[in-house]
C-alpha cells in the first residue's frame, strides 16, 4: 500500500516517460522479492522449521496431555511457552524449569533440581541429543541424576513429520 501511494505521488510529479520507467523498476523489484520468498517458502517445505519452531511440539503437548496428574519439567529451553499454548493450560508445567539444568553448577539450582527428582509426579521433556537449544542439557540431565542414584526410563521418543526425533519424554527412579 505504501508503495502504491508512493508510486501515485511519482506519476502526479512526473508525468510522462519517468513515470514508466520508475513502474519498470518498482514491478522489478516487486519480481526480484516475490522470487526470494518463494525460496524460503520451498526451503522451509523441504526442511521443515528451525530446530525452536518443530511441529514435534504438538506431538510432544498430546504426549504430556494423555499423563494427568503429571507435572513437566521442560530441562531445555523453548518447550514451556509451547506446551502452555497448545495444552491450553490444561498441562501442568514447573515455571522456569528450562534455566534450572544449563545452570547445575550452581549450587541452588543442583537443590532444587535433587528436589524435582525426589518427586514421582514430575515427567521431564528433553530435546533429543543434537537438537538442544542448549548443548549438553540432555546429556548434563542425564549425569546428574545418575550420580544421585536415579535410573532414567524413556516413557516415549517425539518425531517430527519428517520422522526425526526432536523431543524426548523421561521419568526419573530412586535405584
Known sequence: MLLGLALFAFFRRWPGGASKTAAAVVLLCVVSNLLVVNMYLAHFIENGPALLWTDA???????????PGRVVFAADWGMLQQVEYYGEGRIGYHSGSDGIVPGLREPGNAVQMERFLAA???VYALHTEGH?????????????????GYVDKVLNVIRDRHGVAIFEVHEFERR
Not at 135 to 148: D, Y
Open 57 to 67: 511440539v504438538r506431538g510432544l503437548v498430546r504426549d504430556l496431555g494423555r499423563r
Open 120 to 122: 514421582p509426579n514430575i
Open 132 to 148: 538442544e537449544v542448549t548443548a549438553g542439557t540432555r546429556k548434563r540431565l542425564l549425569a546428574f541424576a545418575a550420580e544421585r
